[in-house]
């Protein structure tokens, strides 16, 4: 990995006298953040003193990629750091994310489903992530709706929130119904709490444990993005 680069020259710069290197010392930005579909995980600063560290962000785009297609776009910093300041003001460590980089070709698979897609998803440009925190995710959402850098929906039901760096704007979208959805219209209550991360790092339902298939997430993306009518 590129990582490799970036740790070799941070032992080369800690060889250096102290005055010498007190200039270089970056601010990190860091993200621990675990795919929900593929399992990855990325842990490691983005962003230090001088900006955008470019290692990092192709790392993240690639770990945030469409896993359909395995497609990649650049993904805009704007919202990396809004992830970051919504997660640090609750002081969470780590987020899973639920939704990230859509290709237009997966949002028209999503669009010929029931309940479609909003048709420019802030996820095709590479601008939106939808992500779970084990604690505190309704004060995350709250501070991140206080900072006014982006959209931010509200799913208190299913147990995330969704950021972007597009137009500010706030909504709210409870979920009621979700689990006969996600179940393929049985019926079953189990989805009406949010989602938890199971022993083998994957999402399950939190009281049952049932495992969250791929099914489930598009059901539940494809069903929101018409419900919401903006562009999550």
């Known amino acids: 990995m590129h990582r490799r680069k970036f740790l070799a020259l941070a032992a080369s710069a800690a060889a250096l006298p102290l005055p010498a290197r007190a200039l270089s010392v970056p601010d990190f930005w860091r ?84 309940f479609g897609v909003a048709e420019h998803s802030q996820h095709m440009y590479g601008r939106a992530l939808d992500i779970y925190l084990p604690t505190r995710l309704e004060d995350a959402m709250t501070a991140a709706r206080a900072m006014k850098r982006g959209g931010v929906g509200w799913y208190p039901s299913s147990g995330f929130i969704h950021l972007d760096s597009g137009p500010v704007r706030n909504w709210n979208l409870d979920g009621r119904g979700f689990g006969a959805q996600l179940l393929g219209g049985h019926g079953s209550p189990w989805f009406h709490e949010p989602l938890a991360i199971g022993s083998d790092g994957g999402l399950v339902a939190k009281r049952t444990g049932r495992p969250v298939t791929v099914a489930d997430r598009l059901s539940l993306h494809s069903m929101l993005s018409r419900a919401v009518g903006l562009s999550p």
């Open 31 to 114: 993200l621990n953040l675990v795919n929900a579909h593929t399992g990855e995980r990325f842990n490691g600063p983005y962003r230090d003193s001088r900006g955008v560290i470019p290692d990092a962000l192709e790392e993240l785009s690639y770990f945030l990629r469409d896993f359909h297609s395995g497609e990649k776009i650049e993904y805009d910093v704007a919202v990396l750091d809004f992830v970051t300041r919504a997660m640090d003001a609750v002081g969470a460590t780590k987020a899973t994310v639920l939704s990230a980089y859509r290709t237009p070709e997966t949002n028209a698979m999503l669009a010929r489903t029931n």
